[in-house]
T-cell receptor, first 113, second 115 residues
Framework: DVKVTQSSRYLVKRTGEKVFLECVQD?????MFWYRQDPGLGLRLIYF???????EKGDIPEGYSVSREKKERFSLILESASTNQTSMYLC????????????FGSGTQLSVL | GDSVTQMEGPVTLSEEAFLTINCTYT??????LFWYVQYPGEGLQLLLK?????DKGSNKGFEATYRKETTSFHLEKGSVQVSDSAVYFC??????????????FGQGTRLTINP
């Protein structure tokens, strides 16, 4: 089975801190994604990557950056965390192609105080 | 732009009741449609999908039919179980960028089944 592992289940940070969220997948998937999940808003795409060092902005990239130095690892970076970035963050991965399904990690609940 | 609208939750039913969760979409062209499920403490998993009009996706007793004329993809199950308690997300594939599927999700519907 595909495994998508997010490094922390819960994270508490202070306003202005630099925050790193890590995601690792073990199935050699080309594509990796970062979503945030908020009540009443569903999932919104922040960034995705289709290859090592390659990235594309999603629908809400402001305040975030990403890094993909190795195929299996995709990091989400909050350069200066703010309270409106308190949310559940979900990582996903997939093979390239039109019919490939996404596999999700179990999420990181980030609280910014 | 593309969007997905789901029925407001939460939804609470008794075991063995009939379930419908409504989903409608707005999109250009002919998107593929999906239902994902999120069990407590877990990530989302693909439940079923349909890739063209009139297709019916099915899995674990759940079904959904792609209705182009009503732009809908309602999720149904004839007899729900306590283990079906979860959050359900309707989604469409908004495009393929560099080989990566860009999914647009609805807001999610929380379902609770009481014994």
């Amino acid at each position: 089975d595909v495994k998508v592992t997010q490094s922390s289940r819960y994270l508490v940070k202070r306003t202005g801190e630099k925050v790193f969220l890590e995601c690792v997948q073990d199935m050699d998937h080309e594509n990796m994604f970062w979503y945030r999940q908020d009540p009443g808003l569903g999932l919104r795409l922040i960034y995705f990557s289709y290859d090592v060092k390659m990235k594309e902005k999603g629908d809400i990239p402001e305040g975030y950056s990403v890094s993909r130095e190795k195929k299996e690892r995709f990091s989400l970076i909050l350069e200066s965390a703010s309270t409106n970035q308190t949310s559940m963050y979900l990582c996903a991965s997939s093979l390239a192609g039109i019919n490939e399904k996404l596999f999700f990690g179990s999420g990181t609940q980030l609280s910014v105080l | 732009g593309d969007s997905v609208t789901q029925m407001e939750g939460p939804v609470t039913l008794s075991e063995e009741a009939f379930l419908t969760i409504n989903c409608t979409y707005t999109a250009t062209g002919y998107p593929s449609l999906f239902w994902y499920v999120q069990y407590p403490g877990e990530g989302l998993q693909l439940l079923l999908k349909a890739t063209k009009a009139d297709d019916k996706g099915s899995n674990k007793g759940f079904e959904a039919t792609y209705r182009k004329e009503t732009t809908s993809f309602h999720l149904e199950k004839g007899s729900v179980q306590v283990s079906d308690s979860a959050v359900y997300f309707c989604a469409l594939r908004g495009g393929l960028i560099q080989g990566a599927q860009k999914l647009v999700f609805g807001q999610g519907t929380r379902l609770t089944i009481n014994p």
